[in-house]
């Protein structure tokens, strides 16, 4: 029987140092040997967001031990060690050069191969390290900083089908948590205090509703929810809006996954339909369950990432780096940091004001 190949992953693009082993089992599922996540919630939180410079300076603090507890949690000797696979980008600069330098540094001293990995592609495959996934599929990655409907037709391979063209899904959950005065990051808690809300309290704007395909808008509710947050004076009303943001997000959601799945089948032409959400937001259990009925009304298999798997994590960078090794796509060992990094590296710029849609 041949060698199953040992992948390590390293994770630093923003506030989370990670480092994680995946290899193999005999039918050729994925398996987590290591997965360890070191958040820095302690250090922004009173900054009330992440600070670039002082997330660099923990990773660089960090990072040492966060590999070497991987490597002793999951029973392998660092020699055996196949590849060394370690985010590029999109991120922060500082932070990405902590991991990618660590990599790049490891995958030398043991000659080994590099691999160096898009975050985003880490999102779009987290879901093949605890389901059978096979390509193309539609993903919708819902997280801190992106929010886009994907056809992910292979390994590297995507079409943009939507884009949000402004905030992300995740950002608007924080920025409502921070005006809500909801400690930092406050975008899960809005789940929790959204269950002792009325939902229906207030009538937010859901902007691009009517037009603009499956491309996103979360701005204009931001704005609404500043406005409406100064006039709150006790804890429900507090729940009440909570509730009301969450509720809002949904049905934009819901339309907007309906167009995505006419337009995936239209530009993709798969032969299965398959839908999966990825990113820190797919955690939220309202969305899932929505998104859950849709595929059920409209015959999509739903996947999600198991919820730990949801936030950023290196598994899901091993992951990207297995099926890059077992490709042989490796890289060399000056692979710059790349701060922005389209998934799809054709498709518009759909940002900022006057965007045409
Ligand atoms: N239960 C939840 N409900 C809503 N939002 C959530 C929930 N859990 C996490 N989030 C949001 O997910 C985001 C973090 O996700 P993730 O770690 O994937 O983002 P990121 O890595 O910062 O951004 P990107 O992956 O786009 O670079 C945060 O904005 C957070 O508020
Ligand atoms: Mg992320």
Redesign the pocket.
Known sequence: MSKKPLILGIET????TAASIISENDRGNPIVLANIVSSQEDVHKQFGGVVPELAARSHIEKIDWIVKKAIDNSGIRINELDAIASTAG??LIVCLSVGLSFGKALAASLNKPFIAVN??EG?ALSPMLNSKLNYPYLLL??????SQYLGVKNLGKYKRLGTTIDD????A??KT?KLLGIEF????Q??VLAKKGDPNKYNLPKPIFNKGGCNLSFAGLKTAILKISKEIKNDQEKFNLAASFQKTIIEILQKKTKIAFTEFERQIKPKEKKFVVA???A???E?RGMLIKICKEENYEPIFPSIEL???NAAMIAMVGLEKFKLKKFDELDYPAKPRWALDEDALFLKGAGVKL
């Open positions: 693009s923003c506030d989370e999109p991120g975050h985003l999102h990655l819902i997280s801190g900083g992106h992300a899904i995740g950002e959950f924080d948590a990051p406050g975008g899960p809005i789940e990113g820190g937001v955690a939220n259990k969305i949801c936030g950023d």
